[in-house]
């Protein structure tokens, strides 16, 4: 089974706009933690947010909010005041703790998102 | 500075040549781990350490072996084994939370 769905299509944003990138997830570990990963045309996987299960309030960092719904098992991206930097595509992981603290991550298949100015 | 160095950007290879991956930590991390990216794809995990002299099959581990004999470093094999591996390979280290990435390697075999 698919541990973590990614299926928007292609997202577009105007700059300056409020963008909410969707991530479901699937497991039967109590104890998990959530990650957001930006990857530019470069290449390189840029951390950007992390939750944990257990976490009372929903992550923030700078223009990045995780919207967390754990009934629902969704962890949503939100990118406040778009910037044309922010045109990549976005990846959503998880890791399940029971399998130790360093245990791998679960990666979706990733969401392209283009800024229009 | 701290961080994870991939070397070399762009490696390119004969078909049936073995070939080696470099991937260098200084953040002190106990745990590495390769992954191997496809075009318009994620991610898929293909072998990880969670300490120095052992390690783990990922998802797609058959045509690839890793060492680990330092805590810095964690290098790939690509073997001749492997089907179809013009692919792009990043490494990545983790410490509790945090997983962090390298810059990754763009494999071309020809």
């Known amino acids: 089974a698919q541990k973590i769905t990614q299926t928007q299509p292609g997202m577009f944003v105007q700059e300056k706009e409020a963008v909410t990138l969707d991530c479901t997830y699937d497991?039967?570990?109590?104890?998990?933690?959530l990650f957001w990963y930006k990857q530019p045309s470069s290449g390189e996987m840029i951390f950007l947010i992390y939750?944990?299960?257990?976490?009372?309030q929903n992550a923030t960092e700078g223009r990045y909010s995780l919207n967390f719904q754990k009934a629902r098992k969704s962890a949503n991206l939100v990118i406040s005041a778009s910037q044309l930097g922010d045109s990549a595509m976005y990846f959503c992981?998880?890791?399940?703790?029971?399998?130790?603290?360093?245990?791998?991550?679960?990666f979706g298949k990733g969401i392209t998102l283009s800024v229009r100015p | 500075d701290g961080g994870i160095t991939q070397s070399p950007k762009y490696l390119f290879r004969k078909e049936g040549q073995n070939v080696t991956l470099s991937c260098e930590q200084n953040?002190?991390?106990?745990?590495m781990y390769w992954y191997r990216q496809d075009p318009g794809q994620g991610l898929r995990l293909i072998y990880y350490?969670?300490?120095?002299?052992?390690?783990q099959k990922g998802d797609i581990a058959e045509g690839y072996s890793v060492s680990r004999e330092k805590k810095e470093s964690f290098p790939l094999t690509v073997t001749s084994a492997q089907k179809n591996p013009t692919a792009f390979y990043l490494c990545?280290?983790?410490?509790?939370?945090?997983?962090?990435f390298g810059p990754g390697t763009r494999l071309t075999v020809l």
């Open positions: 990545a280290s983790s410490k509790r939370n945090e997983q962090f």
């Open positions: 939750q944990g299960s257990y976490d009372q």
């Open positions: 497991t039967s570990d109590p104890s998990y933690g």
């Open positions: 953040l002190n991390h106990d745990a």
């Open positions: 350490s969670q300490i120095v002299n052992d390690f």
């Open positions: 992981a998880m890791r399940e703790i029971a399998a130790g603290a360093n245990s791998k991550l679960t």
